[in-house]
């Protein structure tokens, strides 16, 4: 039974709830009669992007997560904070792109669509229980330091939820920016969190602004040693397909690799912020930055079809500090009155995180449930644990969840699309996890 309680131990660590994660809070509020401490003096790293783009964020500040195009930052008090998105203009062309070099028309078109944006992720943040809704918006504005055409926009969101019956409630002080270079457009969108009760005339810490005036465009600009700023935490990326030509490789780098069907894409930019919104925020759960999520191709983008479906895969991993490979490894892990003690301890375990989840006004029912086993993956044994759930009612959803163990770390494997969507995802879905590849030392 020391067995049993072991694994039980570390799933609980690990469940769809999150992982040792700290709850939300929000940072202090910002005055605007007394300026921030400036960030002048603070030790700062270079990021570079695609095109000779780079700018200096304070070294406090942690990478989570990226792909090719997409890279996010949390900031020294742990809350995502600075979305960074690199498109090329033949797949997302702005129409403000389209109306220069009329600069006052392009300003007043940049503004429409930032509009449109915010209001599809208030009705994003919306459906999941959350009540967000802007308060005010400044004037769009150049970034006069900067040769190609720029434009930012600063705006308040005011954010209310109730979780398990506690009220959380502030406010999210904004930036969007987007400047083209070339056949290349960034976006950078910033957000500073304080109390309900902060002006919404208030600045922004002046390590934002910093950010901001920080940015180069161009060769001549760029900075002549190029910094990996990723070096503190794995880094997710797409890589070129390597068994699959028609499928995109991602790779966590020490960890594994793995791919995923043309039908999915990696979670990014506007519905990432949405997705950290309402972990955060209504769930209370931080992002450990050890999470990588594939989803249905188009919403990232807010496709209409896209988001008419659901399908998923997650890959997180953890330390193993409960000795997870030991126990596998052991031969009454395979005895069937154990395996039977853990899918008793597993069930328990993700019946009580669907039971918080409901009482955070994110309903979620466990349909129906085919228990757990030991699999072998690319040579490794672990667990898989599949059954289906239902989340505030939609159609059932069907999961195989894993847990692997990977040198001194354990991959857990989330693969789930909805049951009556099961001619798209099924077959692709099935062959998933035998394209893992994983990193042995």
């Not at 090329?88 to 070099?101: E, F, Q, T």
């Not at 509009?115 to 004037?139: A, D, V």
């Amino acid at each position: 039974m020391n067995i049993v309680k072991c694994v039980y131990i570390l799933f609980l660590s690990l469940t769809i709830a999150g992982c040792s994660q700290e709850p939300y809070s929000a940072a202090k509020p910002v005055s605007p009669s007394k300026s921030q401490p400036s960030s002048h003096e603070e030790k700062k790293k270079e990021i570079n992007l695609p095109g000779s783009c780079s700018f200096s964020i304070p070294d406090a500040f942690s990478f989570r997560e990226r792909d090719s195009n997409y890279i996010e930052f949390y900031n020294q008090d742990g809350i995502p904070s600075i979305f960074v998105t690199t498109y090329n203009i033949k797949d997302y062309s702005p129409g403000w792109i389209a109306l220069l070099p009329d600069t006052v028309a392009a300003a007043i078109q940049f503004r429409v669509e930032q509009e449109e944006l915010e209001e599809e992720k208030t009705r994003g943040l919306k459906e999941y229980g959350l009540n967000s809704e802007i308060i005010k918006w400044n004037t769009p504005y150049p970034l006069p330091h900067l040769k190609q055409p720029s434009f930012g926009i600063d705006y308040v969101r005011h954010d209310k939820s109730n979780v398990m019956g506690k009220h959380q409630e502030g406010r999210a002080y904004c930036i969007n920016i987007q400047i083209l270079n070339g056949q290349l457009l960034y976006t950078i969108n910033m957000k500073h969190i304080s109390t309900p009760d902060t002006p919404v005339d208030a600045n922004i810490p002046e390590q934002y602004s910093d950010i901001i005036q920080s940015i180069r465009i161009g060769p001549g600009d760029a900075p002549e040693q190029n910094i990996d700023p990723f070096d503190d935490a794995p880094a997710a990326t797409s890589a070129s397909p390597v068994r699959d030509p028609s499928w995109t490789t991602v790779s966590i780098p020490n960890i594994c690799e793995y791919q995923i069907p043309p039908t999915m894409e990696l979670q990014a930019g506007i519905y990432r912020e949405i997705m950290n919104q309402l972990h955060t925020q209504v769930l209370q759960i931080l992002d450990s930055g050890k999470r990588v999520v594939a989803q249905q191709k188009g919403l990232n983008s807010m496709d209409k079809d896209a988001r008419s479906r659901y399908a998923r895969v997650i890959v997180d991993f953890q330390p193993d500090s409960y000795g997870f490979a030991q126990v596998l490894r052991n031969p009454l892990i395979r005895d069937r009155d154990v395996i039977t003690d853990i899918d008793t301890e597993m069930k328990s375990v993700i019946t009580q995180e669907a039971a918080q989840s409901t009482a955070a006004g994110m309903p979620v029912e466990i349909t129906s449930w085919d228990g757990t086993q030991v699999v072998s993956v690319s040579g490794i044994d672990c667990l898989k644990t599949t059954y289906s759930r239902s989340v505030k009612g939609a159609p059932a959803v069907s999961v195989s969840s894993y847990k692997i163990p990977v040198n001194n770390q354990i991959l857990s494997v989330t693969i789930s699309y909805r049951e009556n969507e099961a001619s798209i995802w099924s077959n692709d879905f099935s062959n998933i996890i035998n394209t893992f590849n994983f990193s042995q030392k």
